[in-house]
């Protein structure tokens, strides 16, 4: 993904002739943040393609969501999933291309969903090897959003894993985020929240509001390198 001068004026709108300082980040910035700090992350363990195990580390594009949502239907129920895994047809490659296919999903530490719905970023986190589901959410999210984000990321899990998918070995981990200060700063939040994820730190101490202009020059500076670096950005 090649990203272009209109995609950092939603990270740095002053810098980059971004136009309306209030713009959040669209969908390009946030997704080559989380496929580099994936990459990384493989790189450090050895992890490649075609190894016949899951990669350590994944990060699934936005555009995940938008995909599935319009082919989900069903009512969140946790104890009645009525799972159709027809509602997964079309992103079924991605999970393949990933190294998420069957039973592989479960070798890995950690799978990031960004999912930007009504205006709004949030990060859904899947721990196969911990067994844990995770959504992070700089607003608190209402308990029928969070339970509609978990309940899809069970679907997938059931998608996946079939026979292998125990409901009841996985929990559900209560929004660590920190929270936003404006309407603006949830992409920045989503991508400071797989990072604090990843390096094994408390996500509302990796970054907070009052922290946001030097969060958006490291997360451009990460974005300009093409990747994690060095100490400054990892």
Not at 196 to 215: D, N
């Amino acid at each position: 993904m090649s990203l272009k001068g209109r995609n950092f004026g939603s990270l740095l709108p002053t810098k980059f002739a971004g136009g309306n300082p209030q713009a959040w980040l669209d969908d390009e910035i946030v997704n080559t943040y989380l496929k580099l700090l994936a990459e990384r992350e493989q790189e450090l363990e050895g992890w490649k393609k075609g190894s016949g195990r899951g990669p350590p580390v994944q990060a699934i594009a936005s555009q995940w969501y938008t995909n599935v949502k319009g082919k989900n239907k069903a009512k969140f129920n946790e104890d009645k999933p009525a799972f159709d895994p027809k509602e997964f047809e079309s992103v079924r490659k991605w999970h393949t291309r990933a190294g998420l296919g069957g039973k592989r999903l479960l070798d890995t530490k950690l799978i990031v969903i960004p999912i930007c719905e009504g205006n709004h970023w949030r990060l859904l986190a899947i721990k196969p090897q911990l067994r844990e589901i995770e959504l992070l959410d700089s607003l608190n999210p209402a308990k029928r959003a969070y339970e509609h984000y978990v309940h899809l990321a069970r679907r997938f899990l059931e998608c996946e894993l079939g026979a292998l998918y125990v409901a009841n070995e996985w929990t559900h981990v209560p929004n660590r985020s920190g929270h936003q200060g404006n309407a603006r700063d949830c992409g920045v939040f989503t991508a400071f929240n797989a990072l604090a994820l990843v390096k094994g730190v408390e996500p509302a101490e990796k970054v907070t509001s009052g922290g946001m202009p030097t969060a958006r020059l490291q997360l451009a500076g990460t974005l300009l390198r093409g990747g994690f670096k060095g100490e400054f950005d990892y």
